[in-house]
Nanobody
Framework: QVQLVESGGGLVQAGGSLRLSCAASGRTFAGYVMGWFRQAPGKEREFVAAIRWGGGSTYYADSVKGRFTISRDKATNTVTLQMNSLKPENTALYYC????????????????WGRGTQVTVAS
């Protein structure tokens, strides 16, 4: 079965960096879009970034453009989110997700989900 396993979260000071990884397994992801979403307490899950598995096109939420970078490694079936210049408002549970229905910014379009990794940014 498909598994998405996130890692790399933690506690960091404002202005610092973290690198999240998502290990994907259980199927071929050709044609899929791999995304990162986040959910803070009391808030809805929101789109952060996504990448097309095949061509590598990337998409970002306006709030993270220029600070976050998403990439994928086909050899290791890994999706990475490099997060720089972190802010306290970036504190959330970060999820890796996969969509087989094309690029979409809505969480409802993503069929496979990981359990999340906590990112906490201290001020």
């Amino acid at each position: 079965q498909v598994q998405l396993v996130e890692s790399g979260g933690g506690l960091v000071q404002a202005g610092g960096s973290l690198r999240l990884s998502c290990a994907a397994s259980g199927r071929t992801f050709a044609g899929y879009v791999m995304g990162w979403f986040r959910q803070a307490p009391g808030k809805e899950r929101e789109f952060v970034a996504a990448i097309r598995w095949g061509g590598g096109s990337t998409y970002y939420a306006d709030s993270v453009k220029g600070r976050f970078t998403i990439s994928r490694d086909k050899a290791t079936n890994t999706v990475t989110l490099q997060m720089n210049s972190l802010k306290p408002e970036n504190t959330a549970l970060y999820y890796c997700a996969a969509s087989g229905s094309g690029m979409d910014y809505s969480a409802s379009s993503y069929y496979y989900w990981g359990r999340g990794t906590q990112v906490t940014v201290a001020s």
